[in-house]
C-alpha cells in the first residue's frame, strides 16, 4: 500500500462529504492535504466527477508541482495550493468551491466583515477579497500568497469562489460551512438596506487571538 493512501482517501471521503451536503458540484473546486513532514500534499485531479473519484485519483505533488504518485492530471489550482502551504505552516488541509452565497460576494467585490464572534475565532477578522487573475496562472499564485499571509482562514476569489483552510479536514469543513451561512446571513443584511453591525473590536482582537494561537500549534505539526 501507497504511504500516501491515507491522505488520498481523506481527500477523497471530503470530496463525497462536500458534493452530498451541495458544496460541490460535477468537476468544480478542488480540495488538498498537506503531506506531514514532506514538503508535498494530495490534491483532486484535474475536469473529474467527485461522484466517481476514488483514492487511486489522487494526485501527490511536492511544492514544485512534480509528481510523486498517481497517473490522474492534478488539479490546474496545484500552483495555488503549493503556494498556500508554502506561506502558511499551520494550513494542513484546503478547500476551493464556488458555493454560491460567498460566490455571489465574490460578484459584488464584498468582503464581509467582523459579524459574529465565531466567525472571527474560526475565519479571521474578515473575509477579505482575492483580487481577479486567470484560473492556474502564476498570477493567482501570486495574488493568493500575497494575501494570505494575514493568518485568515477564508477568502472570497474576486468572480471565481472561496478559499477555505483548515488545521485539519474536519476543521477546514466546518469553517467552509461557517463562511457559507456568514455569506448568506450578510446577503439578508445589505437587501434591508440597513446598517450592518458588527462586533466591538476589543472582542474582534480577543476572537481573532484564540485563532492564531491555534494556528500556532498547527504549524508545529
Known amino acids: 500500500m501507497s504511504q500516501y493512501q491515507p491522505y488520498k482517501q481523506q481527500v477523497v471521503d471530503t470530496c463525497h462529504t462536500l458534493l452530498e451536503r451541495g458544496y460541490l458540484k460535477a468537476t468544480e473546486g478542488n480540495i488538498s492535504a498537506r503531506i506531514s513532514g514532506q514538503n508535498a500534499f494530495a490534491i483532486t485531479p484535474s475536469n473529474y466527477d467527485y461522484a466517481t473519484m476514488q483514492a487511486g485519483d489522487i494526485c501527490i505533488l511536492d511544492f ?28 494542513h488541509c484546503i478547500i476551493h468551491t464556488h458555493q454560491p452565497y460567498a460566490s455571489a460576494l465574490a460578484l459584488i467585490n464584498a468582503p464581509i466583515p467582523a459579524l459574529f464572534d465565531e466567525q472571527v475565532m474560526r475565519l479571521g477578522r474578515s473575509v477579505e477579497i482575492i483580487p481577479y487573475a486567470p484560473s492556474g496562472t502564476g498570477f493567482l499564485k501570486n495574488a493568493v500568497k500575497s494575501k494570505v499571509k494575514n493568518g485568515n482562514n477564508a477568502y472570497i476569489m474576486q468572480n471565481h469562489g472561496v478559499l477555505i483552510f483548515g488545521g485539519n479536514m474536519e476543521q477546514a469543513i466546518h469553517n467552509m460551512a461557517l463562511l457559507e451561512k456568514c455569506a448568506l446571513t450578510y446577503l439578508l443584511a445589505l437587501v434591508t438596506e440597513k446598517k450592518v453591525t458588527r462586533i466591538p473590536f476589543p472582542i474582534r482582537e480577543i476572537a481573532f487571538s484564540k485563532l492564531r494561537a491555534d494556528e500556532k500549534k498547527f504549524a508545529k505539526i
Not at 69 to 74: A, F, N, S, T, Y
Open 64 to 91: 514544485d508541482i512534480q509528481r510523486l504518485e498517481g497517473e490522474m492530471k492534478p488539479s490546474i489550482e496545484s500552483g495555488m495550493h503549493a503556494g498556500v502551504y508554502q506561506t502558511r505552516p499551520d494550513v
